[in-house]
């Protein structure tokens, strides 16, 4: 095929809200695609679940709905998926992969649950696989991570990945709402689903630093690996505290390297205002990469929406493209480091504990040895009375998760501390403003 100008044919398996778009982007930008791709970029089908539905710029004569048949076609030279989920698109991702055909996807929840898979079968088959829009949408990432920063040895991705989960903290934040109520108005503005779980539990995220950690370690992760916890727990009084501390709250996708292996989590953690993630603000998402030669890299920009998560797969097609034109392959990210992923009990951070205590003398003593003697230093405190109550919020310097859990059961037990009222991570407090 080299050299050769011809025509090449994508399937597009699904055609919601980012498939629309990318059929959009083909056919209005195909004169100035074939000249960067060296092929004309021609849609060869699309594959739907419901072919009558009414689809504005869509030709009917392209719907169909059987996607297997559709993906190994002969005359299908690169297919497209954007049905999401795990089946069919694991079938049909491996079935087009098995017929010799390069791969572009979305698809997060797959490429977390079965990366090994599908990269095996990229690599058996010599078949592209590229997924840039998986993780923060529109955002030029996961080549950078795979590609720019291949000479270099990353410690440390730590981002925010999740556009609704961001808008609904920033929404906590600037109104003090609480968590129902700005659920509901992300709802009512199409940033969250009708059924958020996926988001707001984190699974989400999960998925998504699962990607990022496999490619910034080069190290197999999969979304069991990953320590998750969604948003649905967070207080306004949480981000009161968080406040009077100089932090906002963030759910972050953090993926670390330590000398004993790497950790990769999602959770909610307290960042200072100053953090360069604190002014990320709506549905935008972000993400601090920290390399060894590089030092610190920030990439931000919108991480979901029919077009821009379009954007970043039509770059992918054209890459796939122009590899099918050279009679190249491109690279196929490798796990050769097999760095062990850490429990989240092993993974050291901060840690902000908010306490309702007795407001007497002898309260603060007991208190600080119960983080003594799980060797968790303390930081900073600050006690607010309410008559005969206290607010006693305590920031500790780095610790274990296990350690510090172990601290909470003791001070649960304590007859003068009324109740743990939350615990949260601190994080990017050595980063710079
Ligand atoms: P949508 O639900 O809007 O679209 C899904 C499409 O898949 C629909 O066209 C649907 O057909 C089609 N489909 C579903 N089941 C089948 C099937 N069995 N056979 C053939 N077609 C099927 O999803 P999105 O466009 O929002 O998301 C697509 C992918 O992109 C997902 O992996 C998602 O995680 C990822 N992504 C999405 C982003 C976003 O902002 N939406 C951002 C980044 C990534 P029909 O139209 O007939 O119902
Ligand atoms: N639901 C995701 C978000 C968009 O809110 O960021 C798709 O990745």
Redesign the pocket.
């Known amino acids: 095929m080299s050299g050769a100008k011809q025509a090449l044919k994508i399937a597009l398996?699904?055609?919601?809200?980012?498939?629309?778009q990318v059929a959009r982007l083909l056919s209005e930008q195909a004169d100035d695609l074939e000249k960067r791709a060296g092929a004309r970029l021609e849609l060869g089908g699309i594959?739907?679940?419901?072919?009558g539905?009414d689809?504005p710029g869509i030709d009917p004569a392209l719907l169909t709905?059987d996607?297997e048949a559709l993906v190994t076609r002969p005359d299908i030279d690169i297919v497209v998926?954007?049905?999401?989920?795990i089946e069919?698109?694991r079938s049909l991702i491996l079935s087009a992969m098995k017929a010799g055909k390069p791969v572009v996807?979305?698809?997060?929840?797959?490429l977390a649950e079965n990366g090994e898979e599908i990269h095996g079968a990229a690599a058996e088959n010599q078949a592209d696989l590229y997924y840039e829009?998986?993780v923060a949408?529109a955002i030029p990432l996961l080549r950078p991570l795979r590609e720019s920063l291949a000479g270099d040895t990353v410690h440390r991705v730590l981002g925010i990945v999740n556009g609704t989960t961001n808008f609904i903290l920033d929404q906590m934040d600037t109104s003090g709402a609480g968590f129902a109520e700005s659920l509901e108005e992300a709802q009512a503005l199409g940033y969250a689903e009708p059924d958020p779980t996926a988001d707001v539990e984190g699974f989400?995220a999960a998925a998504k630093a699962c990607i990022l950690a496999r490619l910034a370690f080069h190290t197999e992760v999969t979304a069991s690996d990953v320590h998750r916890e969604g948003v649905t727990e967070i207080t306004a009084a949480d981000i009161v505290s968080a406040r009077k501390l100089g932090r906002t709250v963030k759910l972050l996708a953090i993926c670390e390297r330590f000398p004993s292996g790497v950790s990769v989590r999602v959770h909610p953690a307290m960042i200072p205002r100053s953090h360069p993630l604190a002014s990320v603000g709506g549905a935008y998402n972000a993400v601090f990469v920290e390399a060894e030669s590089a030092g610190q890299l920030m990439f931000y920009g919108a991480?979901?929406?029919?077009t821009?998560?379009a954007s970043a797969m039509l770059g992918d097609i054209v890459a796939v493209a122009r590899n099918r034109m050279s009679g190249a392959r491109g690279f196929e990210p490798s796990n050769y480091a097999g760095l062990p992923v850490l429990p989240m009990g092993d993974t050291l951070t901060r840690y902000h504990v908010s306490l309702d205590v007795d407001d007497r003398p002898g309260v603060l003593a007991p208190v600080a040895e119960g983080f003594a003697r799980h060797g968790v230093s303390i930081q900073q405190v600050r006690q607010a009375s309410r008559g005969n109550a206290a607010e006693l919020v305590i920031v500790t310097h780095e610790a274990t998760d296990a350690a510090l859990a172990a601290t909470i059961s003791e001070l649960q037990a304590l007859p003068i501390v009324r109740a743990v009222a939350s615990v949260m991570r601190v994080e990017g407090e050595g980063d710079p403003s």
């Open positions: 398996l699904g055609c919601g809200t980012v498939g629309t594959a739907v679940r419901r072919p539905h689809r709905t996607a998926e954007v049905i999401g989920g069919p698109a996807t979305a698809n997060k929840a797959l829009a998986s949408g989400d991480g979901a929406g029919g821009p998560t």
